[in-house]
């Protein structure tokens, strides 16, 4: 699939990978509608092509709301990369008594049910869109992480909900097979976003120093690079990929 002249929708688009994804479909000629929540989004510097629009991922109004906007736009709504998401720590049973309930609920509501919601949103448009080569109308590129399938002690939120969208992928591209939505999943392993900025330089070579290879973070614009090729590889479908440098981690 072209990614010129095509819209795409990014979540999460103020910052990390969404951003470098945003930035780099935008560089490639798409027209990006970028989502995050307002503050975010409302800082983030201006990039030709890009339009921000704010809405929360778990809010159906808000999401109808941006998909309508890029449906309508003078392109046709091609790509959807679904970068949106939070992290916590809480151990099942924590020196101060078991994992706070609404936290977990909040984890799983942003990064599963947040990422279904724009997913099945954004499908409905696609579909309404005109047919290209082998019936193809659009990609879905959903986001989880290597946490889905090696969880670490304090991650119990976290990975639950990566593994959601990991066990959703394969449903839901062969539903959407017949609408010629692809979708697909990156699993991304301990990346260089702003979740890290806070952490010491000592703690940030010892979390690359964990990585086989190249013994290093990873970097948002290789996540980017990879939803590019993804788009453009039409016979990529019902798969996550890892993108780690081999990385498989620990326990804790």
Known sequence: MEITDTAAIVTGAASGLGGAT????????????????????????????????AADVTDADQVRAAVGTAAASDRPLRILVNCAGVG????????????????YRRVI????IGT?????LAAEAMAKTAELADGQRGVVVNTASVAAFDGQIGQVAYASSKGGVV???????R???????????????????????GVSETFR??????????????????YAQLVVAIVEHDY???EVIRMDGALRMAPR
């Open 205 to 222: 070579a010892g979390l690359a120093a964990g990585v086989p290879f190249p013994k290093r973070l990873g970097l948002p614009s290789e």
């Open 175 to 197: 539903e959407l097979a017949s609408s010629g939505i692809r979708v697909m999943t990156i699993a991304p392993g301990i990346i260089d976003t702003p979740m890290l900025a």
């Open 22 to 53: 945003a930035r780099t479909l935008a560089a490639r000629g798409a027209k990006v509608f970028a989502l995050d929540l307002p503050d975010p989004i409302g800082k983030a510097a201006p990039i030709e092509g890009v339009t921000c629009l």
């Open 109 to 112: 509501e942003v990064n599963l």
């Open 236 to 238: 990529l479908n019902g």
């Open 167 to 173: 066990g959703l992928t394969l449903p839901a591209a």
């Open 88 to 103: 916590t720590a809480g151990r099942v049973l924590g020196k101060s008594g078991p994992h706070d309930l609404d936290v």
């Open 116 to 120: 279904f919601n724009v997913l099945r």
